[in-house]
């Protein structure tokens, strides 16, 4: 068993609740190992699985949480590399495949799943369904249920339907049964890698949410996963709309620009631009497909935005690249030294019943590559925005980033207050009105355990002039990599996020219980409470017990006590809504807050 003493230097110290300034110069991962030592707790081996191929940038994509997890006293116990190229993948057998994904696995577990390559594929994935402890999807059950047709084919289609709609960027597929559908049979050549075909190798799975989804059914007490089922709602950008627009009705506009989705409010859109002059629309509009990464993006003026939004897509068989919203331009930006900027902050999401969510009180101010240009807001002829009017990562690579406190020196304390304020509001408001959805995706996903999840939130904040907050996206895996050419600057994208990242562990550590299941990693001495001495640890089945007996109220000052600088969001849900599902539990816990 490892445990982590906490030097003087490194101890967590609050103000207000909050991270002090001192928090900002050290690491993250540090943090969380004093956040564990200054509580008494002991650090057995906490067994996690990334699940790396996911990924396109490979470990590049996944180091910092891995970094983070390992001084909490972490070991990765699966989750293979990625493939150096898709054509060095394609040219090896399954066995290979296997071979080199059990460099990450114990020597031990290497061992006992290793099989001979004269197996077929099909043989295989059978055989390490067995040995690791494989426990089949909703679909493969259904396939072997004596259930009828009928049956069958409802639950297939919700559990395709979650499926489909929790991937990242082909969610925004439009409606229709052959997305629903398909999201089952294209299925991943390397999916029997995949971290939810073997639950019982680890006690954190580290993945995106369609494949933490697929997990829920299957935990026992002590397990999580990266995700929360039905929190797609915001991350796709249609569905984002509607559900902003269903829940808060026209204040779903001061925060987000006033968005149509395409094709559904084609006519309400038409109307709209008929009905309002100059001094209402801002004369661009930016129209979104369903790809990430700043793909797709079409800047066009008002007299030609319709015109643009029903050409037909050049890829009919790519829902994903077809035009999902039509969203007014913001052309008055806050422009420091010149230079557009976004801000990229983490949203936080632990429960829904009650909801409870976070806030990050660190983030990253990402600044365009090029000067802001109002008299050219596209390349040449074309549609495609110009780089001085795009903040994304993607297109403006080892550009200037700044963390929150420069942007506060740069705008005033006073100003800075005033915006972080409207930013908590927009941001409590959006968590709230997703609880619908969420509501009814736990109905049909009914998880084994009501804990096994946590979700981590990119939202993107545009600022104008007047210091408006306008929230522009939610991304459902926003990036935690630290890449720049500028050494300081890949060191300050580094300590933000593995701040944030060793907080967010520290809310949900009270749920993870490492322990030896079968197939599984062996227990620690204390774990099996024959030590020599008198352990300090409970069982691992005690804890378990205790861990599914909690109650939402343990629960919530577990993660109030253990926050570091994730500020809550609950005392500012819209009670009064009555098109929020709110639960009686929803209104003692703001009441508790508040008292």
């Known amino acids: 068993m490892s445990t982590h003493a906490c030097p003087p230097h490194l101890k967590r110290?609050?103000?207000?609740?909050?991270?002090?300034?001192?928090?900002?110069?050290?690491?993250?991962?540090?943090?969380?190992?004093?956040?564990?030592?200054?509580?008494?707790?002991?650090m057995p081996v906490l067994r996690y699985w990334v699940d790396?191929?996911?990924?396109?940038?490979?470990?590049?994509?996944?180091?910092?949480?891995?970094?983070?997890?390992?001084?909490?006293?972490?070991?990765?116990?699966?989750?293979?590399?990625?493939?150096?190229?898709?054509?060095?993948?394609?040219?090896?057998?399954?066995?290979?495949?296997?071979?080199?994904?059990?460099?990450?696995?114990?020597?031990?577990?290497?061992?006992?799943?290793?099989?001979?390559?004269?197996?077929?594929?099909?043989?295989?994935?059978?055989?390490?369904?067995?040995?690791?402890?494989?426990?089949?999807?909703?679909?493969?059950?259904?396939?072997?249920?004596?259930?009828?047709?009928s049956s069958k084919k409802s639950v297939v289609a919700a559990a395709a339907a979650e499926i489909a709609d929790a991937a990242d960027s082909d969610g925004d597929s439009g409606n229709g049964n052959n997305t629903v559908f398909g999201a089952l049979a294209n299925k991943r050549a390397d999916d029997y890698l995949l971290g939810y075909h073997h639950v019982k190798q680890w006690d954190l799975l580290w993945t995106k949410s369609v494949y933490a989804i697929r997990a829920a059914r299957y935990l026992q007490p002590g397990q999580v996963v990266s995700a929360i089922a039905g929190l797609n709602c915001l991350t796709m950008k249609k569905r984002m709309v509607q559900t902003l627009r269903m829940a808060l009705g026209a204040k779903a506009f001061s925060i987000v620009p006033l968005s149509f989705c395409i094709p559904e409010d084609l006519w309400a859109w038409q109307s709209w631009l008929q009905t309002h002059g100059a001094a209402v629309d801002t004369g661009l509009w930016m129209l979104k497909t369903g790809q990430d990464a700043g793909k797709g993006l079409r800047l066009v003026r008002t007299q030609h935005a319709m015109q643009v939004a029903l050409r037909p897509p050049k890829n009919p068989a790519k829902p994903q690249n077809h035009i999902k919203v039509a969203q007014q331009y913001i052309t008055n930006p806050l422009l420091i030294q010149g230079r557009k900027f976004h801000l990229r902050l983490w949203l936080l999401v632990t429960s829904y019943c009650p909801l409870r969510a976070y806030l990050h009180k660190k983030g990253l101010v990402l600044f365009s590559s090029?000067?802001?240009?109002?008299?050219?807001?596209?390349?040449?002829?074309?549609?495609?925005?110009?780089?001085?009017?795009?903040?994304?990562?993607?297109?403006?690579?080892?550009?200037?980033?700044?963390?929150?406190?420069?942007?506060?020196?740069?705008?005033?304390?006073?100003?800075?207050?005033?915006?972080?304020?409207?930013?908590?509001s927009s941001s409590a408001l959006t968590a709230a009105a997703v609880?619908?959805?969420?509501?009814?995706?736990?109905?049909?996903?009914?998880?084994?355990?009501?804990?096994?999840?946590?979700?981590?939130?990119g939202l993107d904040y545009l600022i104008d002039d007047r210091l408006h907050p306008w929230l522009l996206e939610v991304n459902s895996a926003p990036s935690i990599m630290a890449v720049h050419s500028d050494p300081e600057t890949c060191g300050l994208i580094k300590a933000n996020k593995q701040a944030m990242m060793a907080d967010m562990l520290a809310v949900v550590q009270h749920r993870i219980v490492p322990q030896q299941r079968e197939g599984g990693a062996a227990a620690t001495a204390e774990d099996k409470n024959i030590s020599s001495g008198t352990s300090c640890c409970s069982s691992a089945g005690t804890k378990q017990s205790k861990i599914s007996s909690m109650t939402w109220q343990e629960e919530l000052a577990a993660e109030m006590a253990n926050r570091g600088g994730f500020e809550p969001l609950m005392t500012l849900f819209p009670m009064q809504k009555a098109s929020i599902p709110w639960h009686q539990q929803d209104v003692q816990l703001q009441s508790m807050l508040q008292h």
């Open 13 to 42: 110290v609050e103000r207000d609740g909050g991270s002090t300034d001192e928090d900002n110069d050290t690491a993250g991962s540090a943090l969380l190992a004093c956040s564990a030592a200054g509580m008494g707790l002991s």
């Open 52 to 149: 790396e191929v996911l990924w396109s940038q490979g470990r590049v994509a996944t180091i910092q949480i891995e970094e983070v997890l390992d001084v909490m006293g972490g070991q990765r116990t699966g989750g293979p590399h990625k493939f150096s190229s898709k054509s060095a993948q394609s040219s090896l057998s399954p066995c290979t495949i296997h071979q080199q994904a059990a460099v990450a696995l114990p020597a031990s577990k290497a061992g006992n799943n290793s099989i001979s390559c004269s197996d077929t594929s099909s043989n295989f994935i059978d055989q390490q369904a067995t040995a690791a402890g494989t426990v089949n999807t909703p679909d493969q059950q259904e396939q072997s249920s004596t259930a009828s047709v």
């Open 370 to 424: 090029e000067l802001y240009d109002q008299s050219r807001p596209v390349d040449g002829a074309s549609i495609k925005p110009a780089v001085g009017h795009v903040t994304n990562y993607a297109r403006n690579e080892d550009t200037w980033v700044w963390d929150l406190q420069q942007l506060q020196q740069q705008i005033g304390h006073k100003q800075w207050h005033c915006l972080w304020q409207q930013i908590r």
């Open 435 to 457: 609880l619908a959805p969420m509501r009814a995706a736990h109905k049909w996903l009914q998880p084994s355990i009501s804990n096994y999840g946590f979700q981590m939130l």
